[in-house]
Protein backbone atom coordinates (compact mmCIF):
# COMPACT_ATOMS: atom_id res chain seq x y z
CA UNK A 1 0.00 0.00 0.00
CA UNK A 2 0.92 3.26 -0.57
CA UNK A 3 0.41 6.76 0.91
CA UNK A 4 0.39 9.63 -0.38
CA UNK A 5 0.27 13.47 1.06
CA UNK A 6 -0.26 16.69 -0.61
CA UNK A 7 0.53 20.36 0.27
CA UNK A 8 0.98 23.62 -0.29
CA UNK A 9 -2.61 24.27 -1.59
CA UNK A 10 -3.97 27.58 -0.87
CA UNK A 11 -5.66 30.98 -1.70
CA UNK A 12 -3.87 33.35 -4.20
CA UNK A 13 -4.41 36.16 -6.28
CA UNK A 14 -4.40 35.72 -9.78
CA UNK A 15 -0.25 36.15 -11.25
CA UNK A 16 0.98 34.74 -7.92
CA UNK A 17 2.40 31.29 -7.24
CA UNK A 18 2.15 28.44 -5.42
CA UNK A 19 3.74 25.05 -4.88
CA UNK A 20 2.17 21.82 -4.19
CA UNK A 21 4.05 18.88 -2.56
CA UNK A 22 3.47 14.92 -2.97
CA UNK A 23 4.95 13.03 0.08
CA UNK A 24 5.14 9.40 -0.47
CA UNK A 25 4.86 6.17 1.98
CA UNK A 26 7.54 4.80 0.14
CA UNK A 27 10.59 4.94 -2.15
CA UNK A 28 9.55 6.47 -5.52
CA UNK A 29 12.07 4.94 -7.64
CA UNK A 30 9.90 2.11 -9.09
CA UNK A 31 6.97 4.47 -9.95
CA UNK A 32 5.96 4.30 -13.01
CA UNK A 33 4.70 8.03 -13.23
CA UNK A 34 4.04 10.36 -10.07
CA UNK A 35 1.78 13.41 -11.06
CA UNK A 36 -1.02 15.71 -10.87
CA UNK A 37 -4.96 15.77 -11.46
CA UNK A 38 -7.00 18.72 -11.05
CA UNK A 39 -10.78 19.10 -10.70
CA UNK A 40 -12.71 22.34 -10.47
CA UNK A 41 -16.26 22.49 -9.43
CA UNK A 42 -18.48 20.84 -11.93
CA UNK A 43 -16.27 19.64 -14.64
CA UNK A 44 -14.09 16.01 -14.83
CA UNK A 45 -10.72 15.62 -13.09
CA UNK A 46 -8.34 16.44 -15.63
CA UNK A 47 -4.04 15.51 -15.97
CA UNK A 48 -2.39 18.60 -14.83
CA UNK A 49 1.36 16.83 -14.96
CA UNK A 50 3.23 13.99 -14.88
CA UNK A 51 6.66 13.10 -14.18
CA UNK A 52 7.80 9.30 -15.31
CA UNK A 53 10.51 7.33 -13.47
CA UNK A 54 13.00 8.21 -16.53
CA UNK A 55 12.23 12.02 -15.79
CA UNK A 56 10.20 12.78 -18.53
CA UNK A 57 7.72 15.48 -18.08
CA UNK A 58 4.09 16.32 -19.06
CA UNK A 59 1.78 18.78 -19.43
CA UNK A 60 -1.62 19.80 -20.13
CA UNK A 61 -1.94 22.71 -22.74
CA UNK A 62 -3.56 24.93 -21.07
CA UNK A 63 -0.92 24.93 -18.09
CA UNK A 64 2.34 24.66 -20.08
CA UNK A 65 4.99 26.99 -19.86
CA UNK A 66 3.42 28.27 -16.34
CA UNK A 67 3.95 24.96 -14.22
CA UNK A 68 6.89 22.95 -13.58
CA UNK A 69 6.75 19.56 -12.14
CA UNK A 70 10.09 17.78 -10.62
CA UNK A 71 10.77 15.12 -7.98
CA UNK A 72 13.39 14.14 -5.29
CA UNK A 73 13.97 10.65 -5.10
CA UNK A 74 15.79 10.99 -1.74
CA UNK A 75 12.76 12.79 -0.45
CA UNK A 76 10.14 10.65 -1.70
CA UNK A 77 8.33 13.61 -3.08
CA UNK A 78 7.42 15.42 -6.60
CA UNK A 79 6.89 19.27 -6.35
CA UNK A 80 4.49 20.94 -8.61
CA UNK A 81 5.04 24.62 -9.08
CA UNK A 82 2.83 26.90 -10.41
CA UNK A 83 3.50 30.37 -11.48
CA UNK A 84 1.38 33.51 -13.23
CA UNK A 85 -1.62 31.09 -11.76
CA UNK A 86 -5.42 32.05 -13.26
CA UNK A 87 -8.87 31.86 -11.49
CA UNK A 88 -9.49 29.09 -14.29
CA UNK A 89 -6.56 26.91 -12.30
CA UNK A 90 -8.69 26.52 -8.98
CA UNK A 91 -9.57 23.62 -8.42
CA UNK A 92 -8.65 20.42 -6.10
CA UNK A 93 -5.11 19.12 -7.30
CA UNK A 94 -4.77 15.24 -6.01
CA UNK A 95 -1.40 13.75 -6.30
CA UNK A 96 -1.49 10.03 -8.17
CA UNK A 97 1.26 7.29 -8.43
CA UNK A 98 1.20 4.58 -11.32
CA UNK A 99 3.35 1.63 -9.43
CA UNK A 100 2.62 -1.42 -12.55
CA UNK A 101 -0.78 -1.52 -12.82
CA UNK A 102 -2.32 0.21 -9.59
CA UNK A 103 -2.74 3.62 -9.64
CA UNK A 104 -2.91 5.49 -5.41
CA UNK A 105 -3.73 8.85 -5.21
CA UNK A 106 -3.71 11.43 -2.62
CA UNK A 107 -6.63 12.88 -0.61
CA UNK A 108 -5.93 16.22 -2.37
CA UNK A 109 -5.59 19.79 -1.45
CA UNK A 110 -7.41 22.95 -2.66
CA UNK A 111 -5.88 25.74 -4.88
CA UNK A 112 -7.80 28.39 -5.01
CA UNK A 113 -6.82 31.66 -7.42
CA UNK A 114 -9.20 34.78 -6.70
CA UNK A 115 -9.54 37.02 -9.89
Known amino acids: QVQLVESGGGLVQAGGSLRLSCAAS????????MGWYRQAPGKQRELVAA???????NYAVSVKGRFTMSRDNAENTVYLQMNSLKPEDTGVYYC?????????WGPGTQVTVSS
Open 96 to 104: FANLMTTTY
Open 51 to 57: ITSGGFT
Open 26 to 33: RNIDNFNA
